[in-house]
């Protein structure tokens, strides 16, 4: 009865378009109501235990963080610095696709911002050179899931706030891992450039100088805000010197000093990145508070420990449980957006895969991976349709989506990766925090 009702609910929140997030919490109500027994209080103290976690206040302000650095043109600056190391590598100026949106992420934390702030500066430039525009948009779209990735990350901040795992050790683990697949992706480029799909390689040098390894090596140092605003959340969060809330707001404090000092950043544009960033948090809150309602009366139901026990009593083993919830999200990935997704799906699969002996840090990274295919994946791929409209029509969708395809799979065989030798993802939270 309670699978029906809730996968009606799904059904026909997709054909209503209603609201993600009020969607979520109207079925999460009506369990309570009609299957508890008169139990809506539960939901209201479920949604109050986690909306005054100190905790929770770094998300609004990591928003903010990556607001103030869209809009300060930081990301021009970045990749100006970056682009001559890349220009006569096979793949050309792609790579510094990959490789900006990579620095990036470290200050970012999201991926749509990732993808519109480095597509705003790359796609004008690289197009008027003669790169193929669909590849071109792959790229931006592929190197923008970077973002959610490398910390700090606001899907893994949210996942560790609802599930109670370290924000620390979530934060280190996506480190190696989001390097990793920088490199998977880079080495694809060249493989695509090799095949005669990339670029035309010989306009990356049209009236320009090659740099001595001294002119590039000091447009690389002129990188150290970027340095200065990592430290001031990641330094001071693994120092001890601060708590995550107190790092987030620490970054908020150096996007500024950073965006006034290095960039373009007015009070004009401050506000602008304040209102926008209260938008999208609103919107998140919403996803937030239905996800822990509908979570709530999951719970007290015991489904989670039930389709953990029906898994079992199926005789499907550990990696048969994570096969399917990678072909879940995967499905669920063309009709959710990222964060939505994870709110909506974590409180079942995280407690299935725990039960499986999967890590819980781990498991992070993975749904996190699985998130960032979502979004590039139609028709509701995020960074796609960020950065075709950015193209002012010139890359279709769908177009752009085939052109990502091999980003796609490349995600994808990150995962495999991880999941053979799980070390990847954990080798560094256990040496800087101990092994737990």
């Known amino acids: 009865m309670v699978w029906l009702v809730l996968l009606a609910g799904l059904v026909i929140i997709g054909l209503t378009r209603m609201p993600i997030g009020m969607g979520l919490g109207l079925i999460g109500l009506f369990i309570l109501k009609f299957i508890v027994g008169d139990a809506e209080s539960l939901a209201i103290n479920a949604v109050w235990d986690v909306l005054s976690d100190f905790t929770l206040a770094a998300i609004p302000l990591f928003i903010f963080m990556g607001e103030i650095l869209l809009v300060s043109g930081v990301s021009a600056r970045i990749y100006n610095a970056l682009t001559p190391f890349f220009r006569n590598l096979p793949g050309g100026l792609l790579h510094s696709n990959i490789a900006v949106c990579t620095v990036f992420g470290a200050v970012s934390g999201a991926s749509t911002s990732t993808a519109a702030a480095i597509g705003s500066v790359a796609y004008p430039e690289l197009s008027h050179r003669g790169y193929d525009k669909p590849l071109l948009v792959a790229t931006l779209a592929a190197g923008g899931t970077l973002g959610l990735l490398i910390p700090p990350s606001l899907s893994l901040l949210l996942y560790g706030v609802t599930q109670g795992v370290s924000i620390g050790r979530l934060f280190l ?11 998977m992706f880079m080495v694809l480029i060249s493989f695509l450039d090799k095949r005669k799909k990339g670029t035309k390689r010989s306009s990356d040098s049209l009236g320009e100088t090659e740099l001595s390894s001294y002119q590039k090596l000091y447009g690389l140092l002129q990188l150290w805000p970027v340095a200065f605003i990592a430290f001031a959340v990641l330094g001071t969060l693994y120092m001890g ?12 404090v150096a996007s500024i000093v950073t965006g006034i000092a290095w960039g373009g950043l007015g009070v004009l544009k401050l506000w602008n990145a304040f209102v926008t960033s209260v938008r999208v948090f609103g919107a998140i809150a919403v996803v937030l508070i239905g996800a822990l309602i509908l979570s709530q009366s999951l719970t007290i139901l015991g489904l ?32 959710f957006d990222g964060i939505s997704l994870l709110l909506m799906t974590v409180p079942i699969m995280y407690p299935v895969l725990m ?13 996190t991976i699985l ?8 028709p509701v791929g995020m960074n796609l349709f960020v950065l075709t409209a950015l193209t002012n029509g010139e890359v279709s969708l769908g177009r752009a989506a085939v052109a990502a395809i091999p ?29 737990k």
Not at 355 to 367: E, K, L, Q
Not at 371 to 378: A, L, Q, R, S, V
């Open 304 to 335: 989670p420990q039930e389709l953990a026990g029906a898994m079992a009593d199926a005789g499907l083993g550990k990696y048969q449980i994570l096969l399917a919830v990678v072909i879940l999200y995967l499905v669920l990935g063309c009709f």
């Open 173 to 183: 683990a996506g480190v190696v891992p989001g390097v990793v697949l920088a490199l």
């Open 371 to 378: 998130i960032e295919i979502g979004m590039i994946t139609p």
């Open 407 to 435: 980003f796609w799979l490349t995600l994808l065989a990150g995962i495999a990766l991880f999941t053979w030798i799980p070390s990847i993802v954990l080798w560094l939270p256990d040496l800087v925090m101990g092994a």
């Open 241 to 252: 010197l601060a708590t995550p809330t107190e790092a987030a707001a620490l970054g908020v």
């Open 355 to 367: 039960a499986s002996g999967f890590d819980p840090v781990w498991t992070g990274v993975i749904i």
